[in-house]
C-alpha cells in the first residue's frame, strides 16, 4: 500500500510563499513523475507542476516564474515552492504519482490534499 502525505499548507498574505512537501511511503519500487494539482472552490482540479524522475519539469503558465517543483529521490519526496502568491492560488493542493511498487505495476496515486488560502 503506497500513501502520499502532504504538508506545508496555510493561510498566507499576498505576496507571500510556502512551501509544499509531499512524502511518499510504503512498498515502492520506483516513482516515475510526481506533480502538483489543485482545485479551487467550484473549478476543476488542474496541474500546477510536474517533475520526471530525471528532473525535467514542466509548469501551468500561471505558475512560471513563481513556483518551483523540486524533488528528493532519496527521500520519495516532491517539493512546491510557491512565491509571490495570489489570492486566485488559493486551493486544496494535491500531490500525485505515477509509483511502481513491489506488488503492482505502474499506478497513480494522489494525496488527500492541503489547503492553501492566500488572503489579507
Known amino acids: 500500500q503506497v500513501q502520499l502525505v502532504e504538508s506545508g499548507g496555510g493561510l498566507v498574505q499576498p505576496g507571500g510563499s510556502l512551501r509544499l512537501s509531499c512524502a511518499a511511503s510504503?512498498?515502492?519500487?520506483?516513482?516515475?513523475?510526481m506533480g502538483w494539482y489543485r482545485q479551487a472552490p467550484g473549478k476543476e482540479r488542474d496541474l500546477v507542476a510536474r517533475?520526471?524522475?530525471?528532473?525535467?519539469?514542466s509548469y501551468k503558465d500561471s505558475a512560471k516564474g513563481r513556483f518551483t517543483i523540486s524533488r528528493d529521490n532519496a527521500k520519495n519526496t516532491v517539493y512546491l515552492q510557491m512565491n509571490s502568491l495570489k489570492p486566485e492560488d488559493t486551493a486544496v493542493y494535491y500531490c500525485?504519482?505515477?509509483?511502481?511498487?513491489?506488488?503492482?505495476?505502474?499506478?497513480?496515486?494522489w494525496g488527500q490534499g492541503t489547503q492553501v488560502t492566500v488572503s489579507s
Open positions: 500525485n504519482a505515477d509509483i511502481t511498487t513491489w506488488g503492482r505495476p505502474l499506478w497513480n496515486y
Open positions: 510504503g512498498s515502492i519500487f520506483s516513482i516515475n513523475t
Open positions: 517533475i520526471t524522475s530525471g528532473g525535467s519539469t
